[in-house]
Nanobody, 119 residues
Framework: QVQLVESGGGLVQAGGSLRLSCAVS??????YGWFRQTPGKDREFVAA????????DYADSVLGRFTISRDNAKNTVYLQMNSLKPEDTAIYYC??????????????WGQGTQVTVSS
């Protein structure tokens, strides 16, 4: 059974940092991504990493502030978020895809973790 479990969300002041974790169990995937969603809006792509090549992709809104990485031994994907802004406030979701390329084609999703950035 595939499970993606996010952790690390919380409340932080603007300019601060948080690191989200996504523990993956059940099987390995080719690509992992982070998305975020606020009430009334569509889920938004944040970042992605290809497991084997470690190629990364970022949304323009987070480029230079967020870093996606993975730990092969722990089967965990991370999202380091620095210089946080109030507009980064959202529920953050981890996702896994069997496909190597693409930004929206994901097969499994985690339950989400809330990130709140106060001004």
């Amino acid at each position: 059974q595939v499970q993606l479990v996010e952790s690390g969300g919380g409340l932080v002041q603007a300019g601060g940092s948080l690191r989200l974790s996504c523990a993956v169990s059940g099987r390995a995937f080719s690509r992992y991504g982070w998305f975020r969603q606020t009430p009334g809006k569509d889920r938004e792509f944040v970042a992605a990493i290809r497991w084997y090549t470690m190629y990364t992709d970022y949304a323009d809104s987070v480029l230079g502030r967020f870093t996606i990485s993975r730990d092969n031994a722990k089967n965990t994907v991370y999202l380091q978020m620095n210089s946080l802004k109030p507009e980064d406030t959202a529920i953050y979701y981890c996702a896994a895809s069997q496909a190597v390329v693409g930004r929206t084609n994901y097969d499994y999703w985690g339950q989400g973790t809330q990130v709140t950035v106060s001004s």
